[in-house]
Nanobody, 111 residues
């Protein structure tokens, strides 16, 4: 059974930081591309960042220079370090591998 479980969301002030984690089980993690998506209220789900099995990364223009995606194959985990957070980053963040999704973790950026 494939499971992706996100954690690390919460309420943070503008300019603050959060680190999201995605714990993965049930598939060959080290040979899988991993991505983070987000969905804000009333908006479509959008790609935030992706990391390939070789470590290559890509980012949405809106988060470049502020967010960093990483992975630890030994721990079967993916991460999203989010710095200089803005109110517009408020959304539910989802971890994705192939056709599999986690349930998401809420990130709220507000003063």
């Amino acid at each position: 059974q494939v499971q992706l479980v996100e954690s690390g969301g919460g309420l943070v002030q503008p300019g603050g930081s959060l680190r999201l984690s995605c714990a993965v089980s049930g598939l060959y993690f080290s040979t899988s591309d991993l991505a983070w998506y987000r969905q804000a209220p009333g908006k479509e789900r959008e790609l935030v960042a992706g990391i390939g099995m070789g470590g290559n990364t890509n980012y949405a223009d809106s988060v470049k220079g502020r967010f960093t995606i990483s992975r630890d194959n030994a721990k079967r985990a993916g991460y999203l370090q989010m710095n200089i957070l803005k109110p517009e980053d408020t959304a539910v963040y989802f971890c994705n591998i192939a056709l599999f999704w986690g349930r998401g973790t809420q990130v709220t950026v507000s003063s």
